[in-house]
């Protein structure tokens, strides 16, 4: 606690003098463009990998960056993408896994999750990446967690889909969709590619996005 503390008093000392006119316009406002879905993991922190500014992103923390089918027991998931989208209109919406995700290794290695009522209730609504990725061979256990963690992106962003805002944003041409796997070790991102089913490399295609309704090859 005490350096979280330290923490603080460096950002009020420092960092929020030099801001004072940005923190005056956020307080009684915000117009974030992006929602920004990931992992609770520790390793993963949104708006420190892309720079962002206090009121840039709308995001969404929790295990595996998943992001359940619309039904009829809405969550605190559904609910954040329903403001985003219907209320704050955000632009862009990006669904970001990441390398040696503990949920996606979980799911991948068939870990027994009996001591886990919860995580193993929240991490089948992974169930359809699980299929598809057991089906593909794999060369060893990393590159099956790693297929994992690609399949659970494009999954994810297929029960975004399901959302009614979403829908009718999409359909309207009003928000564009982006799939991300973020590689801690080499400080890199892959980006899905819809149209033709890959994941790139971001900064060589920046303009790529998973708005179409290809699936991964």
Not at 137 to 156: L, T, Y
Request: charged share 20%.
């Amino acid at each position: 606690m005490q350096r979280l503390i330290e923490g603080f008093k460096k950002f009020r000392e420092g960092e929020y003098p030099e801001r004072i006119p940005l923190f005056q316009d956020l307080a009684t406002k915000q117009e974030p463009g992006t929602l920004f879905v990931t992992c609770s993991d520790s390793r993963v922190v949104p708006e420190f990998i892309t720079q962002s500014e206090p009121g840039d992103m709308f995001v969404i923390r929790n295990a595996g960056n998943i992001i359940p089918s619309f039904g009829l027991h809405h969550g605190g998931v559904s609910a954040t993408v329903e403001y985003a989208v219907a209320v704050l209109g955000v632009a862009d919406i990006v669904v970001c896994g990441h390398s040696d995700c503990g949920a996606m290794t979980a799911i991948a290695s068939g870990a027994d999750l009996s001591t886990l009522p919860a995580v193993s209730s929240w991490l089948h609504h992974a169930d359809a990446a699980k299929a598809i990725n057991d089906a593909h061979s794999h060369s060893c256990k990393s590159s099956k967690v790693a297929g994992m963690v690609r399949e659970n992106v494009i999954a994810q962003l297929a029960n975004l889909r399901t959302h009614p805002s979403v829908a009718l944003a999409l359909s309207e041409g009003r928000v564009r969709l982006h799939g991300w796997v973020y590689d801690i070790g080499e400080g890199s991102i892959m980006t899905y590619d819809a149209a033709s089913g890959r994941f790139m490399d971001l900064v060589e295609y920046p303009e790529t996005d998973a708005t179409g309704l290809a699936f991964a090859a």
